[in-house]
């Protein structure tokens, strides 16, 4: 549990989110994994985010924990009822993987299969009790197992939002807390300003909070996110920084080294490098950090 005794002794973990295939074919996958083995501390496993069908978390958390590579495998709400939440959960356990995060998962309108239903039988505070009630020995019928998981528990923290109260993220945090969770990430973060405010109420040592670094692919993905993306801001001057870039991808490769390396001089648990689509530029974000 290389994350586990990372965030124990107080040291900067850096996560990447690394998507599954859609398809059978894991080669990609493994390879872009397999290029920063040894440089990231764990690997964030989506379970089919934005609602677009792939392959599970749990395949792909299981194929790279097979291949000596630590693994978060994501649980979400939508999906799966409580029944089949706790049979994944404890295949998870069973498979060697030490994290697990829970989100509530995107709504199937954003995704490719508009006619699937969602599931949503618990909430995400539900989910996280099932977990620490799994974790106590016992499912949630009460039943006894034989056996019990041990997972570094993570939960995401809408940390840096302008349309939500401090008071709300706070209390939204706390009962997260005491549900078992044990390290938050944190939506994509451009302005370190746009979290102070958070952290004026919040001690970083003793909870290990972890920022999404998202790297932007172009331009009109940046404007994009600043219209349209809610909880994340993204300051006109870095929108006018990339459109006066020559090398508009070279430019945004740099601002996610930059930004990764300046939450951890902040002090910082870790962070999370979201590459979405773009594993294969993870090395370059890394040699520049």
């Keep these: 549990m290389l994350l586990k005794r990372k965030f124990d002794a107080g040291e900067f973990a850096i996560l990447a989110e690394m998507e599954p295939p859609k398809g059978a074919d894991i080669s990609t996958m493994v390879n872009n994994a397999t290029k920063v083995k040894g440089l990231i501390d764990a690997f964030v496993v989506p379970e089919m985010s934005n609602a677009v069908m792939r392959m599970s978390s749990l395949g792909g958390a299981m194929i790279l924990q097979g291949k000596g590579m630590e693994a ?19 295949a998870a356990s069973g498979c060697k993987i030490p994290n697990i995060m829970a989100v509530k998962g995107e709504d199937p309108g954003f995704g490719d299969h508009h006619q699937a239903r969602s599931v949503y039988d618990i909430d995400l ?16 019928a ?8 041990d997972f570094l528990v993570g939960a995401t923290i809408d940390a840096g939002s302008r349309d939500k109260s401090i008071e709300l993220i706070l209390e939204d945090m706390q009962e997260k807390i005491d549900a078992g969770v044990q390290f938050f990430i944190t939506p994509p973060l451009f302005d370190l300003s746009a979290i102070e405010p958070f952290l004026a109420r919040v001690n970083t040592e003793k909870i290990k909070i972890v920022p999404t670094v998202r790297l932007l692919k172009s331009l009109g993905m940046a404007r994009y996110m600043a219209r349209n993306v809610e909880n994340v801001y993204l300051p006109d001057s870095l929108i006018d920084r990339i459109r006066k870039a020559p090398d508009k991808v070279s430019e945004c490769l740099k601002i996610a080294s930059e930004t990764a390396a300046a939450l951890k001089d902040k002090g910082f648990g870790g962070v999370m490098l979201s590459t979405i689509g773009w594993e294969d530029k993870l090395p370059q974000i890394l040699e520049r950090i």
Excluded: F, S, W
């Design 72 to 90: 978060v495998m994501q649980i979400n709400c939508r999906d799966r009822n409580r029944i089949a939440l706790q049979a994944d959960i404890l």
């Design 125 to 140: 505070l539900e989910l996280l009790k099932a977990v620490e009630g799994l974790q106590q020995g016992k499912d949630m």
């Design 142 to 149: 009460g039943i006894d197992l034989a056996g019990t998981p």
